[in-house]
């Protein structure tokens, strides 16, 4: 037997614990989580398009965005409602590829995610470009259902899962950080989870 006290209860830690930020839990599943009601957006109407301020740089159709170099990309993911999924496996266009086929560099340091419900959400550029994001077109194999934000969305596994948005339609690029939906509403500016950036105020 042993007595209460000469037996701290603590585990080691482990890897999945140093891949888990703070305040985080561990989900097996994956949760759906939306602003409002799904979208059901059909390939055949969609698009996607690269904008400075209002200015459309290039448009894209479903056919001309799928042929654009497809990579894949294994990613832990963390969402602000603090649940964390490891491994998730998904495959699209990387940002750098969007801007290559644009013909274009970067030409500020903001972009405005858009998606076909109206969603908007903020993301610097640095933080999409190197490799970092893509717009995803499959999860795990197979195109993105509806409810995880398919046909396409906005992939940065790095900031909390709200800057990933779904139904996306287009970056725009700002001359300044413009809050998005979820930022208005008190979220934070910039999303970091292992410095817990959930809400204004936040460090």
Known sequence: MVTRGFSSGRKPPTDADARIPPGQYLEQGFPVLSAGPTPRVRTEDWSFT???GPRPIKTWNWTEFNALPLTK???DIHCV???TKFDTAWQGVLVDDILADAGIEPPTAFVLALSF???TTNVPTQDLTAGKAMVALLYEGKPITPDHGGPA?????????WKSAKWLNGLQFTERDEPGFWELRGYHIYGDPWREQRY???P
Do not use: N
């Not at 969305?153 to 899962?161: C, G, K």
């Open 50 to 52: 690269l904008k400075q």
């Open 200 to 202: 204004t105020g936040d």
């Open 81 to 83: 409602t603090a649940w």
């Open 117 to 119: 419900d109206g969603y």
């Open 153 to 161: 969305r906005l992939l940065v596994p790095h900031l909390y899962f």
């Open 73 to 75: 990309m294994t990613r």
